[in-house]
T-cell receptor, first 106, second 112 residues
Framework: GIQVEQSPPDLILQEGANSTLRCNFSDSVNNLQWFHQNPWGQLINLFYIPSGTKQNGRLSATTVATERYSLLYISSSQTTDSGVYFC????????FGTGTRLLVSP | GAGVSQSPSNKVTEKGKDVELRCDPISGHTALYWYRQSLGQGLEFLIY????????KSGLPSDRFSAERTGGSVSTLTIQRTQQEDSAVYLC??????????FGSGTRLTVV
């Protein structure tokens, strides 16, 4: 099955800083999503991005399917961005990485 | 409904008992997934329903686990003879495939 590797595993930021999270995957996919799991456990769909670039406010994501990686950019981070960010590529079903745990301090 | 609804939100059961977890997907969503997340871990795929096709059951960890989806809508995940290692948060997601998947809030199952 698809292998998913996310980096860094942990990240601590000062409020206002920018960051880039990376997701490498081992096989061709036709589906890739980024999720944010907040401290209460709710998984929030950030992007559906099997290829290309999308932006939503302070967040943007880029997937280069031919090179099997995706990047999530967080700009001007806020304390509410804290939580775990999961990349989930797949062909039909999603395979989740182990996540990047982000802590944004005020 | 507006979102994916799961019930119960919490379930404590005795080892050896059977449990049923329910998922009400977003209306019109043809795809429905079950995942589980153990404490501090990532998400483990369990089963996938897509329209009227045969479900992909490749993630079910043992024959104690089964799931059905009635009328292409509501899904029930059943765990028979629960074991302590079944304790986890069970998450349901639905989607159309073109816009990604939306998760419910999950059912936290504790087997004592």
């Amino acid at each position: 099955g698809i292998q998913v590797e996310q980096s860094p595993p942990d990240l601590i930021l000062q409020e206002g800083a920018n960051s880039t999270l990376r997701c490498n995957f081992s096989d061709s996919v036709n589906n890739l999503q980024w999720f944010h799991q907040n401290p209460w456990g709710q998984l929030i769909n950030l992007f559906y991005i099997p290829s290309g670039t999308k932006q939503n406010g302070r967040l943007s994501a880029t997937t280069v399917a031919t090179e099997r990686y995706s990047l999530l950019y967080i700009s001007s981070s806020q304390t509410t961005d804290s939580g775990v960010y999961f990349c989930a590529p797949g062909f039909q079903k999603l395979v989740f990485g182990t996540g990047t745990r982000l802590l944004v301090s005020p | 409904g507006a979102g994916v609804s799961q019930s119960p939100s919490n379930k404590v059961t005795e080892k050896g008992k059977d449990v049923e977890l329910r998922c009400d997907p977003i209306s019109g969503h043809t795809a429905l997934y079950w995942y589980r997340q153990s404490l501090g871990q990532g998400l483990e795929f369990l089963i996938y329903f897509q329209g009227n096709s045969a479900p992909d059951k490749s993630g079910l960890p043992s024959d104690r686990f089964s799931a059905e989806r009635t009328g292409g809508s509501v899904s029930t995940l059943t765990i028979q003879r629960t074991q302590q290692e079944d304790s986890a948060v069970y998450l349901c997601a639905s989607g159309t495939g073109a816009h990604g998947y939306t998760f419910g809030s999950g059912t936290r199952l504790t087997v004592v």
